[in-house]
Structure formats: C-alpha cells, structure tokens
C-alpha cells in the first residue's frame, strides 16, 4: 500500500499463515480445535511469529478455521455411499399425505398507502439481473439487497427517506437501521415500510409477497389507501394485490426456506410437479414442460440446485420413473 | 484470556468477512487494496476485543472500517469524489447488529463441498486425502508417490483457496446448528 501508512500485505500474512498450518498440520499437531496458546507450546518458532504481528495472528486463525471446518467433508465418506436415488427424499404416497398438514392463520388486514410523493429528486440508480442471474448490492447505508433472477430495482436515497422501487422479480432486504430515516419499498401492488430488519419480497404476477425472517415490517395495498396497516413478523407472509393484503402466519424456518434462492437452491416440500416446473422455469432458459394434468398433480420434495434442472429431468426420470424427452430449449415430463 | 478473544473472531467475526469486504470495497476505489484494509480491520477488531469482548461485533466492524478508511484519506491519498460523497452521508451509528443466519450440517457440508470443487485438481485431491479420509500428509506422500514437502506446499495452496472461497459462499454466515436431520434432499452435484 501507500508508503504514507503501510498496512501489513494480507496477501504476505496469509501466505506465511497458511505456510505455517501446512508445517503444523504435517506434524500432526492440529487435531481437534483450534487452540492458539497450545500451538505456541509445542513450537517456540511459531509463538514467536505468530505473536509478532496482530496480522498474523488473524491471518492464522482465519486459515485454521477454514482448515478446521473442512473436516466436516469426512462426512463425505458416508454421503457418497447413498444412492442417487435418494434425493427424493420420501415416497410420493407420503408426500401426498403430508400435504394437508400445513395450517396456517389468515388475516385480513387493511392496507396502507405509504409513498407520498417525493418530487424534485436525483433520479434513482437501477440495478437489474437477467434470468438466471443473481446480484448483491451493498447500498450507502450498509442495507444489502440480493437480488434474484430477472428482477429489476430502482434506489434512490435522500436525507429522510431510502427509498427502493421493486419493478420486477425478488429481492431479499437486509435493510441497516435508522429509524430516523425509513426504508420504503414501492412494488406496485404493495407498499413496504421497515425501519431495520431482513425480508424478502417478490412481485410476481399482480401478487407481491413480503416474507419476513427478522424485525418487523409494514405492508399495505397500494390500491386500498386507507389508514389502517397490517404489520408483519418474523415467520409471517404477506400478501399485497389490488384486493388488499392477506397476511399468512407460517414459522421462520418456512420463511428462510423461502429463501433458499439466495444460495442458488430450492427446496419444496410437498410441492406438485407443475409448480415445481414453474419455479425451474424462472431461472433457467431451458423450459420444464409437464404434459398432462396427473404428472402436474405429482407432489415433489426436497432441496434442488435452481440452476440444475437436466439434474432435476434425470431425478424424476429415475425417482419418479417419469417419461422425459429433450426438445430443443425444453425438457417435457409425462407419465406415460 | 486470548483464548476467549481467538474464539470470538472465529466466529463471531469470520463469518462476516463478506459482508466487510462488500463494504470496503463499496467504500475504497482501490479494490486491490479491500483485502489489506480487511486485514487491518481484523487487526484493529482483535486489538480492541483483547481489552474487553465487544457486545455488537456488526457494529464494531462497520465503525472500526469506517475509522481505518478516514485514517487512510486523511493521510493524504488521491480520493475520488465519490469517496467524499459517501462520508458525509455516512451513518455507522445506523450498523446495527443484524440476523446471524444458523446453518444447518447440511448446508455447511454442500458449502465446503463447493469450496472443495473450486480448488486446482492435484491440490483438491490432496486435500481430500488429508479431511475426507483423513489420511496424515506423510500417508498422502505415500499413497501419491510424491514428497512430503510438496503435500505440505498443496495443503499450504489449498487452505488458503479454501479459506478465501469459504468466506465467498458464507456470507451471513454464523454458527452451525442442527446437525443430523434436516430433510434436505442429497445435493445433487
């Protein structure tokens, strides 16, 4: 860096870091945890330079605890004995009898208009993604946006207000706090507002749905401008139209499965083939086509790679012993 | 006593790392130099904590980069407007503590399954030898017919590759919960 005010190189320090692991590790001396004080014990060589700097002594730890969380790969030993069979975890019959278990509260809650105009402003920055896509922005304020794929948004931050259009797709909000100045989501059909907390929101065919992992958000119907306010908690899931805001109280565990997109899956449980087929449809360019009603009505679960679905064609083919045929940018699914 | 401060920045601060180095970068026009100032910020963070554990490890982070990069610019460096901009409208007093996100086992094994891929082959192998079956460096040379210096100098490339995809894939990352049974599907590769 700068001769002005030299930083330690990371790269230097995490190269004699890891240099350092290597040499212990071939001593055998890095079974267990990672215990620092110890290491220093066993060899005066590397209590004296891992006590040198502050920079090594993080740049050690952050190698050990890379190198200790490897570990758990052992569990690959046994993973890759299981058939590949497995990853449709259980029969469809049982699935078919799971899927009345899931009860849910719902509400009806008035809505709220919330973006008064602000006019005379700085036009708004514009972040988009292509299908398939997935984008992290990290905003001024430290609030970070993910983006999911073919979503586009517009930001546009003020002294008093952060303000963040949704025009299309899913975005997951880690919104920073500061309640002096709020954070408001316009999404056409549903106005969001929330003072620090994480959530996800996507518009989809006139229906936004805002589901909440953290905080508390308020959501309202941009066609119902009425006074009223329905607010949201962890594990619930609004639900914005033109008709008002239905609110459905889940757990967060289903909220966070929600958004298991941020990690480029997708999980269902109990989900028919057509949906199934629809979400895939959403990230891929080669499109799932189910070709009749009854394979549509086959219920589907566990936890997929989006971006995988020749996987997913193969997975129903030997699971499911679906009929599957490649057409050019298609893939159909039938029964029979 | 550094005991306690190595297993909080292990992991409380590591699994941040990301969201830091977003920061900074979103913050510092050089991004050849996000990862020193990451460093820096680690040693600072480490430092601080030795005197007593912080209650909002989020927060110090945000304030502890936010200081560096004002001791950086104030010691004279070109700084592009944009930089400036961003200082005054620059609330840290905002950072506060957010979700620290659980993982499962699962999910943290399909992580370092994918960290794993991202390594060079002879390297990758190496290392599988060494945490999947757990073979010592010297039964790796062994079994691979070559020296133990050149295993040790793989296990040396591939954690540092290891540790840097690691931090890549585990943003928000915090502690491991739940480990047996999920009922995520098999991760199909």
Sequence with gaps: MNADYALLSADDAEQAAADWLARLDREGLLSGPVDVDALCDARHDFDVWVNAEMGHRVAFLRAATAWSRAERLAALKTHDAIPRRSILQRPVVQMLAAAACIAMAILVVIPLGLFEGASGQPAPLHYQTARGEMKTLTLEDGSVLTLNTDTSVDVLFSKDERQVALIEGEVFFDVAKAPERPFLIDAGEGQVRVLGTSFG???????????????????????????????????????????????????????????????????????????????????????????????????????????????????????????????????????? | MSKNVDQWFMDTVLPLEAELERFLARHWSDASEVRDLRQEVYSRLYKSAANGLPHNTRALMYSTARN??????????????????????????????????????????????????????????????????????????????????????????????????????????????????????????
């Excluded at chain 1, 999980?267 to 799932?288: K, S």
């Excluded at chain 2, 060494?130 to 039964?139: I, Y």
């Design chain 1, 201 to 336: 929101i996507e518009r989809r065919q006139g229906v936004v749905e805002v589901a909440v992992s953290e905080g508390t958000v308020w959501v309202g119907s941009a066609a119902h401008a009425d006074t009223s306010e329905s607010i949201l908690t962890p594990g619930m899931i609004g639900y914005a139209s033109a008709n008002g805001v239905i609110v459905e109280t889940s757990d967060v565990a289903a909220v966070d499965q929600r958004l298991l997109w941020r990690e480029g899956r997708l999980r269902f449980d109990d989900t028919p083939l057509r949906d199934v087929a629809a979400e895939f449809n959403r990230y891929n360019t080669i499109q799932l086509v189910v070709t009749d009603e009854a394979t549509g009505d086959i219920e589907i679960g566990g936890t997929f790679r989006l971006d995988n679905v020749e996987a997913f064609a193969r997975l129903a083919n030997d699971g499911l012993g679906l009929d599957v045929s490649h057409a050019p940018g298609r893939i159909e699914l039938s029964s029979e």
């Design chain 2, 68 to 189: 560096l990069i004002i001791d950086l610019v104030r010691r004279k460096r070109v700084v592009s407007i944009e930089t400036v901009m961003d200082f005054e409208s620059w609330d840290v007093s905002s950072e506060e503590a957010g979700p620290f996100e659980t993982v499962s086992a699962r999910q943290e094994l399909s992580m370092l399954r994918t960290a794993l891929e991202t390594l060079p082959r002879r390297t990758r192998d190496i290392v599988q030898m060494r945490r999947v079956q757990g073979m010592s460096q010297r039964e790796t040379a062994h079994a691979l017919g070559v020296s133990e210096p050149t295993v040790e100098r793989h296990v040396s490339k591939g954690v540092r590759l290891l540790a840097d995809a690691l931090a890549k894939l585990g943003v928000h990352r915090g502690a491991v919960i739940s480990p047996a049974n999920d009922m995520e599907g098999e991760r199909e590769r």
